[in-house]
Structure formats: C-alpha cells, structure tokens
C-alpha cells in the first residue's frame, strides 16, 4: 500500500510542471482598430458615439484616450472595483480580446478640440489640476502629468 501511495505522489509531482506548462489559449497580441470599430458600433456608440467624442456631455470623451488607461477602466467596471452599473454591464460582454481591440480603436481617434463655455467650470478644472480633491482622495492631476499635462 505504501508503495502504490510513493508511486501516485511520485507520478503526480513528474506531472505537475508539464501541466503548469501546457498553454493555454492566450489572448491575440496585436490589437485589431477593425474589430474594434465593430465593438464599438454594437456595444459602445450609444453613449460614447462612435468616433468616442462623448454623445452627452455625462458621459466621458475616450478619443485619444490612452489605451491602457481605457482597457484599465473596462477591466475594473466588468471586474466591480469601478461601480457603475451601466458600465459593468456592457464591459462584462467583452471578453480580454474585445477590450483589447475597442480600446486600441479609441485611442487611435483623435480628441475634437473644444473648450469649456463655463468659467466657473474652468476655475473649477485648474484648481483640481493643481491641488486634487481633499475629502475624495483625489490627487492632483499634475502630481502626474506634470505641469504640461504629458
């Protein structure tokens, strides 16, 4: 008995690597801008249109956004780390793939330029931009981007 249970722990520890070895299916490595259009028509353009320039001004601009910044967000919305039921429902349909090519096509628009028609919303911009927002935790958008905004 001793011997047939050195024998199973043998076999199973042999067999452990080549298992943890085995590939499974990895996700496309070159994001597709076509796939992403797609997605983007289907699953995103209601809200966000489909060149990302935003629809209502509630909803964000993610033309020229950075894709890792974008693919970030959809994975913390399907993930339930970000809490927005609107967006966790359309991000949990995309698989690692989809994120991938909707992200990669948004980031290759480029941002309408426009300018806020409200002063008091400009004031309000500059002074996030240099001091954050205390009672939220929000740092200061140039502790990162710099003073240029790079």
């Known amino acids: 008995m001793m011997k047939a249970l050195s024998a199973l722990v043998l076999t199973?520890?042999?067999a452990a690597p080549v298992l943890a070895a085995t590939p499974t299916a990895a996700p496309s490595t070159k994001p597709d801008?076509?796939?992403?259009?797609?997605?983007?028509?289907?699953?995103?353009?209601?809200?966000?249109t489909a060149?990302?320039?935003?629809?209502?001004?509630?909803?964000?601009i993610l033309a020229g956004?950075?894709?890792?910044?974008?693919l970030k967000?959809?994975?913390?919305?399907?993930?339930?780390?970000?809490d927005n039921a609107i967006m966790k429902g359309f991000a949990s349909?995309?698989?690692d793939?989809?994120?991938?090519h909707v992200t990669a096509f948004y980031a290759s628009k480029s941002a309408k330029p426009g300018f806020a028609k409200d002063k008091t919303l400009v004031t309000l911009g500059e002074k996030i931009?240099?001091?954050g927002i205390a009672d939220k935790a929000v740092p200061a958008c140039a502790a990162c981007h710099g003073p240029s905004g790079s």
Not at 38 to 48: D, F, G, K, N
Not at 51 to 60: K, L, V
Request: proline share 4%; aromatic share 6%; with cysteine.
């Open 97 to 100: 793939d989809d994120m991938k």
């Open 129 to 131: 931009w240099r001091g």
């Open 93 to 95: 349909t995309l698989s």
């Open 51 to 60: 060149d990302g320039s935003r629809g209502s001004p509630a909803n964000p």
């Open 12 to 14: 199973a520890l042999l």
């Open 73 to 82: 967000q959809l994975q913390e919305f399907k993930a339930g780390k970000r």
């Open 33 to 48: 801008l076509a796939k992403g259009q797609a997605i983007s028509t289907q699953v995103c353009a209601a809200c966000h």
């Open 65 to 70: 956004q950075h894709r890792e910044y974008l």
